[in-house]
């Protein structure tokens, strides 16, 4: 995670706040979240300076989960200036992850 930032209660309210962020919520245990990582790095990498990118540690951050409907892992938010314009569960591959973005920018 090179420049990805982890979020926790602290943090999470005011970094989804403004601008196109995405938050991939998962877990350390989690198979399908750890395919999903090079992935997610890549994509940082691709749209650093356009799009924040940040982890939520769902064993360690369950209120955040909760709040957020957090049924299973890994799930992705896509938020814009603090609004939820999508949501995935389940590994996505970079094609489909781009266009999401794509779509907010």
Do not use: H
């Not at 991939?24 to 999903?36: I, R």
């Not at 955040?64 to 890994?74: D, E, K, R, V």
């Amino acid at each position: 995670m090179s420049n990805i930032t982890v979020l926790d209660d602290s943090s999470y309210s005011e970094t989804i706040a403004f601008g196109v962020v995405v938050v991939d919520f998962y877990a350390d245990w989690c198979g399908p979240c750890k395919m999903m990582a090079p992935v997610f790095d890549e994509a940082q990498a691709e749209y650093e300076g356009k799009a924040l990118f940040c982890k939520v540690n769902v064993d360690e951050c369950r209120d955040i989960a909760m709040s957020n409907s957090i049924m299973s892992i890994p799930t992705l938010l896509f938020f814009k200036d603090g609004e939820i314009k999508d949501r995935v569960s389940g590994v996505l591959d970079k094609g489909t992850l781009y266009g999401k973005i794509n779509s907010l920018l």
